[in-house]
C-alpha cells in the first residue's frame, strides 16, 4: 500500500534524469508544483464505528511517488510525523534521495527514531553514495536501508553495511532507460552476504545485460524476471 501526503517531486540527481514518475517521457511530467493531497491524514481516518479503515500490521511505502524530505513539504511533514506516531501497528517505509534533509522538521520525541519507521536511503552510483551514505549513517535513525535504485553503475557500498538492515538493487525504468547489468547486482549481492545484510533483486529494469546481452524488459514484467533469478537473501525480512 502506498501513502502519498504530498504529491510533485522535481529532479536532485543523475538518477531522476528519466524518473518514472515525473522524467519527460512520464505521464507526470511536469508536476513540479509540491501539492498536499486529501490523502495527508489517511493512515488515522475511521469508519463510522469508529475503526481505522487501514488496519494494523500493514506497511505503508511513504511518499515513494514524491520524496519525503522536501522542503516545499516542511510544514506538512510535521503533521506526517505525528500522523506515523498515532499508528504503530502500521511500518511506515520512507524513501528519499535527499537524506541530507533528514533533520529538517524532526519530531521532539524522534531520539533514536520509531520503532514503526523504516528510513531508506536511495543511491544510483558511486558519488552519490560516498555523499549520501556517511551522513545516512552519521543520523539517529533506528531501521535502515539502502536503495540502490536505478543503479546506474558498479558500486562499492560496503564500507558503509555497517547498521544496515537491507539493501534493494533495481535498474532503470522507461523508453530511455540506461543499460543496467547484472554483474553490477551480482557485486552488490556478495557485499551484503560478506556484511550479513539481507538482499532483494527488485527489477530488472528497462534495458538489462546478462551474459553480454542487453535486452528490453517490458515494464510489467521487471520484477518477475528479477525474481526468476532467485538471487534474493531474505531471511524473513519483508520485501521492501
Known amino acids: 500500500m502506498n501513502w502519498e ?7 536532485i540527481s543523475d538518477g531522476c534524469a528519466h524518473c518514472y ?14 501539492q498536499k ?3 495527508l491524514d489517511w493512515p488515522v481516518r475511521k469508519n463510522a464505528k469508529g475503526e481505522y479503515n487501514i488496519k494494523g500490521n500493514k506497511t505503508l511505502a511513504t511518499c515513494f511517488a514524491t520524496d519525503f524530505f522536501l522542503p ?17 501497528d502500521i511500518d511506515f517505509l520512507i524513501l528519499t534521495k535527499r537524506i541530507d ?27 552519490l553514495a560516498n555523499y549520501r551514505l556517511p551522513l545516512f549513517l552519521s543520523y539517529p535513525i533506528k531501521r ?16 558503509y553495511l555497517h547498521g544496515i538492515e537491507h539493501v534493494t538493487v533495481a535498474g532503470e525504468t522507461g523508453r530511455e532507460a540506461r543499460e543496467f547489468n547484472y554483474e553490477w547486482v551480482l557485486d552488490i ?6 556484511a550479513n545484510v ?19 524488459i517490458n515494464p510489467f514484467k521487471q520484477g518477475s524476471k528479477a525474481k526468476e533469478l532467485d538471487i534474493d537473501i531474505l531471511n524473513g525480512t519483508k520485501l521492501f
Open 5 to 11: 501526503p504530498w504529491t510533485g517531486c522535481y529532479k
Open 37 to 39: 493531497t486529501d490523502k
Open 144 to 159: 535502515r536501508f539502502i536503495a540502490c535504485s536505478p543503479l546506474l553503475e558498479a558500486i562499492d557500498i560496503s564500507p
Open 198 to 216: 539481507t538482499f532483494w533483486f527488485k527489477s530488472t529494469g528497462s534495458l538489462f545485460k546478462r551474459n553480454g546481452i542487453a535486452e528490453r
Open 189 to 194: 549481492r556478495e557485499q551484503c552476504v560478506t
Open 72 to 88: 516545499e513539504a516542511d510544514e506538512w511533514r510535521k503533521e506526517a510525523w505525528r500522523i506515523i506516531k498515532q499508528r504503530p
Open 101 to 127: 534533509r533528514f533533520l529538517v522538521a524532526l519530531p521532539s520525541d524522534w531520539n533514536d527514531g520509531y520503532d514503526n519507521v523504516y528510513i531508506g536511503c536511495t543511491v544510483e552510483n558511486q558519488e
Open 21 to 34: 514518475f515525473y522524467g519527460p517521457l512520464a505521464k507526470r511530467y511536469g508536476q513540479s508544483s509540491i
